[in-house]
């Protein structure tokens, strides 16, 4: 399933093709459907929400809603894949968000294998910037600090941890070169951390 990375594959015209199947009600392309995304969605839910029995709970209620929502999909707007994630991400921290649980981000990878990590730029030795995002959505500290960066920043952020665009589905969607959406996450990140810091929500990085 490696090449779903790449909007332009067969494989996501493949799965665009079952979904338009499935909004017509046709069982056996929802099978086909399960079968060929069941697996990545459910890692995508458990890097958020560790429970396996729950996570798998959650597996099942994102695909009755992609049944159901399977005719809303439009295909200019979004890679199926991209709209499958975005619905798995939702549920898992709505999940959490129920349990008055904070969401666990392990890793800014894109799903495409690109080697540069958002993480590289930060000291290995503190928190991570999504550990940093979870500790402070209690607080509305985020959404305030968020608000301070440039408007490419808050977009970039934004689709990145809440609806899981990978570093070139950012560039397609935003329609900027993939080195410019990576300059708006890094410097995004740094600036992010910084107004954390201020705040009071995190600890300095040096503390």
Same mark, same amino acid.
């Given at each position: 399933?490696?090449?779903?990375?790449? #909007?332009?594959?067969?494989?996501?015209?493949?799965?665009?093709?079952?979904?338009?199947?499935?909004?017509?009600?046709?069982?056996?392309?929802?099978?086909?459907?399960?079968?060929?995304?069941?697996?990545? &969605?459910?890692? =995508?839910?458990?890097?958020?929400?560790?429970?396996?029995?729950?996570?798998?709970? &959650?597996?099942?209620? =994102?695909? =009755?809603?992609?049944?159901?929502?399977?005719?809303?999909?439009d295909?200019?707007?979004?890679?199926? &894949?991209?709209?499958m994630?975005?619905?798995?991400?939702?549920?898992?921290?709505?999940?959490?968000?129920?349990?008055?649980?904070?969401?666990?981000?392990?890793?800014?990878?894109?799903?495409?294998?690109?080697?540069?990590?958002?993480?590289?730029?930060?000291?290995?030795?503190? #928190?991570? #910037?999504q550990?940093?995002?979870?500790?402070?959505?209690?607080?509305?500290? $985020?959404?305030?600090?968020?608000?301070?960066?440039?408007?490419e920043? /808050?977009?970039?952020?934004?689709?990145?941890?809440?609806?899981?665009?990978?570093?070139?589905?950012?560039?397609?969607?935003?329609?900027?070169?993939?080195?410019? $959406?990576?300059?708006?996450?890094?410097r995004?990140? /740094?600036?992010?951390?910084?107004?954390?810091?201020?705040?009071?929500?995190?600890?300095?990085?040096?503390?």
């Amino acid at each position: 399933m490696a090449e779903l990375s790449d #909007p332009a594959s067969p494989a996501q015209a493949q799965l665009a093709l079952w979904l338009s199947r499935v909004a017509l009600g046709d069982r056996a392309a929802f099978r086909h459907l399960y079968d060929a995304v069941g697996g990545r &969605l459910l890692g =995508v839910i458990l890097r958020i929400n560790r429970d396996r029995a729950q996570a798998e709970d &959650l597996l099942q209620e =994102v695909f =009755v809603k992609i049944w159901g929502a399977a005719a809303s999909f439009d295909g200019q707007r979004a890679q199926p &894949l991209t709209w499958m994630t975005a619905i798995a991400r939702h549920r898992a921290i709505d999940s959490l968000r129920r349990r008055q649980a904070e969401p666990v981000w392990v890793s800014t990878r894109g799903l495409d294998d690109d080697p540069d990590d958002l993480l590289d730029t930060l000291p290995s030795d503190h #928190p991570g #910037p999504q550990d940093l995002l979870a500790r402070a959505l209690e607080d509305g500290a $985020v959404r305030g600090c968020l608000g301070g960066l440039r408007a490419e920043q /808050q977009q970039s952020l934004a689709l990145a941890f809440y609806d899981g665009l990978t570093h070139p589905e950012l560039a397609q969607h935003l329609g900027q070169p993939l080195g410019t $959406v990576k300059s708006w996450l890094r410097r995004g990140l /740094q600036a992010l951390r910084s107004c954390l810091e201020r705040s009071g929500a995190i600890e300095p990085t040096g503390a």
